[in-house]
């Protein structure tokens, strides 16, 4: 490779290295109790009302976990985030779950969530998530006790991870080798790379953490260039379209299998960011 060349990529790699570090200087604002409260109260979280995005986000991951492909014993969620919505049809499929985010703070409102019993233990209640999730597994909502204790038996760990690091998970992690038997990932991806090629690095990176022939089920950001993590917390978002998305996990080694698209209806745009749409993405590695 002559000199030039390399300058050239020595160039692009700095230029990279930058694009995160501004990215984790974003993240130190970061404020889980705001978050949750933009995101997963009404209008985004209404059960109620048929356009919601969190009961969109839900159907499709129950119909991911119940149509008998997905399968094994470890499943990991990559930038669980505070929320665990992402995990309520899974837990009752896989018997070791391992939550993972980047920020302490957030890993500890999971914790808080997962010790806690009674109230005030967590900044929102998940009781309507996993009533609801009970209904569409042709449950009681009554039903949701159990499913919290059924969450709370799997979780086996709260992980830190880097998706940009090529080793995304601490390498005490307890991971079985030949990685995971499925891997779900939500809002999170976009929502840390500074651009696309960052963010279908970052696909291949957690490709590492899943064993040949397993899911992975992601979810995310269509159109998006800013979400706001907290007060006065502006987090830049690398914009994606549909053939981007696809594009991405195909050139990242994963084979796609199905792709659902929802579109935002005016009554869920709240200000707290600019997407338009939200993609589901089941795909397999081969
Ligand atoms: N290097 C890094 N490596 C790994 N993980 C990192 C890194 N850096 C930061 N993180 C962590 O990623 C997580 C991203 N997080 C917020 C973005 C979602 C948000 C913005 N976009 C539109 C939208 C959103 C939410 C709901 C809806 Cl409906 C919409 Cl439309 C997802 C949390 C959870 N999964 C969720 O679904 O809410 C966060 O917890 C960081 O701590």
Known sequence: ??????????????EREKGVAAMVACYQGFDPAAYLQ?????????FDRQDSIVPWKLGCLHRAFTEGDVGGEVLVDVGSGPTLYQVLSACEVFDTVFLTDFLEVNRQELRRW?????KGYSSLDWTPYLQHVCKLEGRSPSAWTEKAARLRSVVSDILP??????RPLPLDSQ????????????????SVSPDLASFTRALGHIRGLLRPGGHLLLI???GESYYMGGPGVRIPVVPLDEA??????RASGYTLVRLEVYTLPQGMKVGVDDVTGVFFVK????
């Open 244 to 249: 981007q998305v696809c594009a991405s996990v």
């Open 1 to 14: 490779m002559d000199r030039e060349v390399k300058k050239l990529k020595e160039e692009i790699e700095r």
């Open 161 to 166: 991870i880097d998706v940009h690091l090529p």
């Open 220 to 222: 995310g950001a269509l």
């Open 114 to 118: 997962l010790q806690g019993e009674g």
């Open 175 to 190: 991971l079985p080798t030949a990685g995971a038997d499925c891997l779900v990932s939500c809002f999170c991806l976009e």
């Open 38 to 46: 933009y995101n997963y109260m009404p209008p985004r979280a209404d």
């Open 283 to 286: 795909a397999r590695k081969p």
